[in-house]
């Protein structure tokens, strides 16, 4: 279970959420503050890293190459525009977001050490019609590295997203609003 951060929907402080959705140990941060320029989300991505050692969960940085190496992240998560321009070598862990099975196969041989594919479910981050669990069985199909949904998950429906092939599911706007963010955590890592 991954926690995808968006500050601005956070209903406490940013940082305070953070530190407690860390504490019920998910797979993985990460950092998702497109907005800010690089020397805020440098010091932002500076302070998670921070909480996320103390819990000892993995951060990674969202589509800013630049930041991550600047702080010493070495886990980044990027769209697959950037993952066929940039280098990525210098990084330990890459994830890739992808929305079909031909990307997923050419994130794959570009490099990825997981997936992210969505949206699955509706969601009010996403526009358009969600993709649903065939789609994730489509995409697990295609790769052998893990993948992981997006989009409108929740305990209610990870189960169905877990049978459709993936290793696991990503959640931001539920984690960033809940007002139990240790036991939302904990509910979808017991699933």
Known sequence: MIVITHRKLCTRPFLEQIDLLASAGPEMVILREKDLPDDDLAQ???DCLGICRRHGVPLSVNTNLDVASKVG????HVPIQIARERDLTPFDTV???VHSPEEAVEAQGLGAD???AGHVFPTACKIGEPRGTRYIRDVCSAVDIPVYGVGGIT???MGRVIDAGAEGVCVMSSAMTAEDPVG???SLRRI
Request: hydrophobic residues 45%; glycine residues 10%.
């Open 114 to 116: 997981y997936l992210i």
């Open 184 to 186: 939302l955590v904990r």
């Open 95 to 97: 994830g890739i977001s």
């Open 155 to 157: 305990p209610e429906n």
């Open 44 to 46: 932002l991505a500076s």
């Open 73 to 76: 992240i070495g886990r980044v």
